[in-house]
């Protein structure tokens, strides 16, 4: 079965800083992936998604995410981070085999400073 | 047009109580899927709705919990002898017609709450 880990629980950066989150996955075929962010009292939003093709994926927000096969990573960046981007980020993994089953990590809490 | 919407945000309950969760998907959408989240977790999946079926329930947690589309578009979530350890959000989402490409679409979530 698929599983995502996200290695921090809390990313602290300043405004207008790059930022990074962290995502690795493990599938036993290949991986669909995805992004999503959950403001507070809010439903998930999806950002971005890596089905095939070019491994760096742009979304929504100036978020991007690059596809590491070798290091079974889907990294979530943005050049320069806004406060208005502090949340709570998800990251996704489906197996190509698996149409229904799609796991999410515990979540990383990015916090933006001014 | 119109997202995903969840009726009610807020439901309190006592343990042993019943409870119906409804989720309104976007409009068109076959698929749709019930997920449950825990404070400091990730959503997990319980449920999948292609059309009027529910194609796979492998992720409901026990016999208590049921879900129903009648008529292929609102779904409705029950849970019977409610217990404390339901207490969760209770997220449904849609996607077009249920590829595992599709981007799901999420609703704002149910806050459950067993007292």
């Known amino acids: 079965a698929q599983s995502v880990a996200q290695p921090e629980d809390q990313v602290n950066v300043a405004e207008g800083n790059p930022l990074t989150v962290k995502c690795t996955y493990s599938?036993?075929?290949?991986?669909?992936l995805f992004w999503y962010v959950q403001y507070p009292n809010r439903g998930l939003q999806f950002l971005l998604k890596?089905?095939?093709?070019?491994?760096l994926v742009k979304g929504s927000y100036g978020f991007e995410a690059e596809f590491n096969k070798s290091q079974t990573s889907f990294h979530l960046k943005k050049p320069s981070a806004l406060v208005s981007d502090s949340a709570l980020y998800f990251c996704?993994?489906?197996?190509?085999?698996?149409?229904?089953?799609?796991?999410f990590g515990a979540g990383t809490r990015l916090t933006v400073k001014p | 047009g119109a997202g995903v919407s969840q009726t009610p945000s807020n439901k309190v309950t006592e343990k042993g109580k019943y409870v119906e969760l409804r989720c309104d998907p976007i409009?068109?959408?076959?698929?749709l899927y019930w997920y449950r989240q825990s404070l400091g977790q990730g959503p997990e999946f319980l449920i999948y709705?292609?059309?009027?079926?529910?194609?796979?329930d492998s992720g409901l947690p026990n016999d208590r919990f049921f879900a129903v589309r009648p008529e292929g578009s609102v779904s409705t979530l029950k849970i019977q002898r409610t217990e404390r350890g339901d207490s969760a959000v209770y997220l449904c989402?849609?996607?077009?017609?249920?590829?595992?490409?599709?981007?799901?679409?999420f609703g704002p979530g149910t806050r459950l709450t067993v007292l």
């Open positions: 989402a849609s996607s077009s017609v249920g590829r595992s490409t599709d981007t799901q679409y």
């Open positions: 599938v036993s075929g290949n991986p669909y």
């Open positions: 890596y089905i095939t093709g070019d491994n």
């Open positions: 996704a993994v489906r197996d190509i085999r698996d149409n229904n089953d799609m796991r």
């Open positions: 409009s068109g959408h076959t698929a």
């Open positions: 709705f292609q059309g009027t079926g529910a194609a796979d």
